[in-house]
């Protein structure tokens, strides 16, 4: 069985030539070849330098069908994105000439023409995978039309968490990223885990203010000098246009802040294994972040936003510290409050946690694709 999945994801070449693409999208792909005998890519292809947290494919049997980088924010982005649409939607309609499913990946710019295509113009069957926040009030005039859309449409439609008045045709759908020996590990990891002596924090993702790191070297600096003497260090992995803004304010903050850039992922579990704390006070257009689920089971507890769908996994001092006010303040008291947590109590945490990571690997999402999807 042959499947297209079209996509945003950013695909680049390393120096020696080889094709990587987005680590945690690669990763799902190469694990839905238990499925799918082949699998076309239709993703788009940027000329600039990969990240270190870009990964090959593991097998030709994926096969990467590159789309013209389009995306952005400006006029001219706009513009530049509606202007190839002859030329996406000629890419898309030949691939699909191949391939018995199709999968397409959303919210994203060339999602406003190419969900209409889907749905009116193409009978191979397939369904949508919603990765934003389904539940959004206030979303992006972009990111409104293609979930209208697929709300309107009959084929099935992957949404993070589950909502009041959800149309049958979408599914729960948890984004997969652990793979089973890693859930092994991380129970494992977890029964070692300890609060008693300092704290290490952690965050990962785009270094930016929606997601969050200003709010939390803010509250870091808010800790009064006993506060701040029991937290060991905390990282901070990605990158973004804000990273010197925010190394200017770590600066006389008398705690350890290490700033990572993009890393693989191996090295991203290193910090998760070596942290007790997961940091995201995010108010960005969360589904829910995959980091969440990757930390969690290499035991952290997270310090979260009560935002789109996290608050479904992450409940109260049973699974984690969910903000219901997302500011520097309020973070800066709930890092207090875990502090003062029974070590018994953070491990009654640390086992609470095991019944929703496992329902982000790959073989639990694999299972569900074959038997709600495929069939």
């Known amino acids: ?17 080889s094709l990587v693409g987005w680590g945690p999208t690669i990763t799902e792909l190469n694990h839905l070849l238990d499925i799918f005998d082949t699998i076309y890519h239709v993703a788009m292809y940027h000329e600039t330098v990969a990240p270190a947290s870009a990964l090959p494919y593991i097998s030709d049997r994926i096969v990467f ?31 699909l000439k191949k391939v018995d499913w199709f999968q397409f990946r959303g919210p994203t710019g060339i999602g406003v023409y190419v969900i209409p295509f889907l749905v009116f113009c193409v009978k191979t069957p397939g369904w949508f995978k919603y990765a934003g926040n389904w539940n959004q009030e206030n979303p992006p005039l972009g990111y409104r039309l293609q979930r209208w859309m697929l709300k309107k449409q009959s084929r099935k439609v992957t949404i993070n968490g589950s909502w009041e008045k959800q149309p049958k045709h979408c599914l729960t759908f948890e984004n997969p990223c652990l793979t089973d020996q890693e859930l092994i590990e991380g129970e494992t990891l977890g029964k070692l885990k300890s609060i008693k002596n300092k704290l290490t924090c952690c965050f990962v993702g785009r270094l930016e203010k929606p997601k969050g790191v200003e709010r939390i070297i803010q509250a870091i600096a808010g800790l009064s000098a006993e506060e701040k003497a029991f937290i060991k ?11 010197p803004y925010f190394k200017s304010l770590t600066e006389n903050l008398e705690v350890d802040i290490v700033f990572h850039r993009s890393l693989s992922r191996e090295q991203v579990f290193k910090i998760y294994k070596a942290s007790q704390v997961f940091l995201m006070p995010t108010t960005a257009s969360e589904g829910f972040p995959k980091v969440i689920a990757e930390a969690m089971n290499f035991g952290c507890i ?66 569900r694709i074959k038997t709600e999807i495929t069939l």
């Open 233 to 243: 260090e905390v990282h901070l992995v990605g990158d973004g246009p804000d990273l």
């Open 65 to 95: 069908v590159p789309l013209p980088a389009l995306g952005g924010t400006t006029l001219g982005a706009k513009l530049q994105l509606i202007w190839k649409s002859p030329k996406v939607l000629h890419i898309v309609n030949a691939t």
């Open 1 to 17: 069985m042959k499947l297209a999945i079209i996509s945003h994801t950013e695909h680049y070449k390393t120096a020696d030539g």
């Open 302 to 367: 997270p310090i979260v936003s009560n935002i789109s769908s996290i608050g479904q996994y992450i409940e109260h001092m049973k699974t984690g510290i969910c903000l219901e006010e997302v500011t520097a303040k309020k973070l800066k008291s709930a890092i207090i409050e875990l502090k003062k947590v029974d070590p018994n109590h953070f491990y009654t945490m640390l086992i609470n946690q095991r019944l929703e990571v496992e329902k982000f690997s790959f073989n639990n999402y694999n299972n």
